[in-house]
């Protein structure tokens, strides 16, 4: 990416930004691009040595560590507690980022209570709790912005995954709630819903020679989307040129749906 081409938001400088997820795929881009733009970083993980190359790397291209905070997002109690962390260690979080997920296939007739109780924790539980741990702290600052990431899936035809279909949708009623609720104390809430985006665990895992062709006969534009394509939308949401929207869902996904 040329950062010469595209915007720097002024009001990003300094700002607390926490992304869940943030050591790989969407999250690692969040956590790279939010440091571009002068933020203080913070972001959770369970996966420590990316986490941690991560942070070698952002701190190499920006100049500034992000701050890695070891957490499962399942967790409730341990997940609220990296986010206090974060608060007291960088001051009170001004952007929150809810990005973990796990889009792992399985059949309907395999998924048992476990299963399907795991993917829900995962995929959305996570959500509520974050922004509750967050909101005080941006009424202290006059407002704040929440962004959750939900997914196209939850409006194609797509099977093997209804724990997580299941989840994206959720968030999105979540979203509007939210918006409504906190919106007097000018905390925006929006969701942004991103197509099938090339991540590394993508490619490996899921975009195969049938999954190639589905994308173009469904796509309108024909380029491959990429974490840098949603994380710019996700940063505009974060900074005061969108300080009017709220309770809107952002779709990023080449003209899928």
Known sequence: ?????????????????FV??????????????????????????IDEPAALRLCDEVADTSGARPLYLPADVRDVSAYAAAMEQASDTLGPVSVLVNNAANDERRDSAEIDEAYWDDKIAVNLRHHFFAVQAVAAGMRELG???IVNLGSVSAHIPLTRMPAYIASKSAVEGLTRTLARELGPDNIRVNCVIPGWVMTERQLRDWVTPEAEELIDASQSLPQRLSPADVARLVLWLAADDSAMCTGQNWVVDAGWI
């Open 20 to 45: 869940s997820g943030g050591a790989t795929g969407l999250g690692a881009e969040f956590v790279t691009q939010f440091s571009a733009q002068g933020a203080r970083v913070a972001f959770a993980d």
């Open 143 to 145: 407002g704040g912005s």
């Open 1 to 17: 990416m040329s950062e010469q081409r595209y915007a720097r938001y002024p009001s990003l400088a300094d700002r607390v930004t």
